[in-house]
């Protein structure tokens, strides 16, 4: 299957199968370009023709449909790239639950972060229960352990989940103790027509995903690693008129 697919394909369209083994080499972009559409969807409010139009100003003509399906297969392969290199979590947690829309449907959206504002898990689940709040809490816990404070409101899951899961945190249910979480919602909360995009639980938790690392990243909760470019010549271009190993030289500064 190429990476381009025409708009009146776009519903037989299946998702590429996006495991460890996928590789950018498979596609017929360049990593630059795929990675460009997907940081673009990730950090800013816009739409996939959008991005379909940025690129197309820069001479690079691909579908929105393609775009998406970079999205859904990158993201996660993205995040967990980047985990080594994150930040340890903090010891306190502000957990709150709010909604987000996406195809007519109100979806609920739990999310967590610690007291540098760090995002520590998401997810985005039909129902506010018991069950949805148990596997949220589950991801965090095995990854980071157990906090010694969490802080949520007064919502009737919550308060179970915390204290068959985490007995030994100190739960503080105050008013206004949960400010930090609430506030950080309007990250998220700001692109509601994009997330409308997003019909299902599954492609909605991978981009709030991607979102909450491209927030975390623009917090400076990664110790990031810049590489010196290595410069490569390609044999084939250079077997004829090559040019001279003064030619290749850098240019001192003047």
């Not at 080594?84 to 829309?101: A, I, L, M, Q």
């Not at 949520?152 to 030994?168: C, N, Q, Y």
Request: hydrophobic residues 35%.
């Amino acid at each position: 299957m190429t990476d381009w697919v025409s708009s009146s394909e776009r519903v037989e369209v299946k998702l590429r199968n996006c495991d460890e083994s996928s590789s950018l080499a498979w596609y017929r972009f360049p990593p630059e370009v795929i990675m460009l559409a997907v940081r673009w969807y990730l950090s800013y409010g816009l739409f996939y023709r959008h991005i379909e139009e940025l690129l197309d100003e820069r001479g690079i003509e691909v579908d929105h449909v393609t775009i998406y399906r970079w999205v859904q297969c990158f993201t996660p392969l993205l995040t967990d790239t980047a985990r080594p290199p994150r930040h340890s979590v903090g010891d306190r947690w502000f957990v709150d639950e709010t909604y987000v829309k996406g195809a007519g449907v109100w979806r609920y959206m739990y999310r967590a972060v610690d007291q540098h504002s760090q995002v520590i898990g998401v997810y985005v689940s039909k129902r506010r229960n018991i069950g949805s709040a148990t596997t949220f809490f589950v991801r965090p816990l095995a990854a980071h352990g157990q906090p010694s404070e969490i802080k949520t409101d007064l919502a009737a899951p919550l308060l179970r989940v915390i204290d068959e899961l985490i007995p030994k945190a100190a739960h503080d249910t105050e008013q206004y103790a949960n400010n930090r979480i609430e506030n950080d919602h309007g990250r998220i909360e700001a692109r509601p027509r994009p997330m409308r995009c997003q019909r299902t639980e599954p492609s909605a938790s991978i981009v709030i995903r991607g979102h909450a690392f491209i927030q975390n990243l623009r917090r400076s909760h990664y110790k990031l690693v810049v590489q010196p470019v290595t410069t490569v010549y390609d044999t084939r271009q250079l077997s004829m008129n090559s040019p001279k190993r003064s030619d290749l030289a850098p240019t001192p500064l003047q």
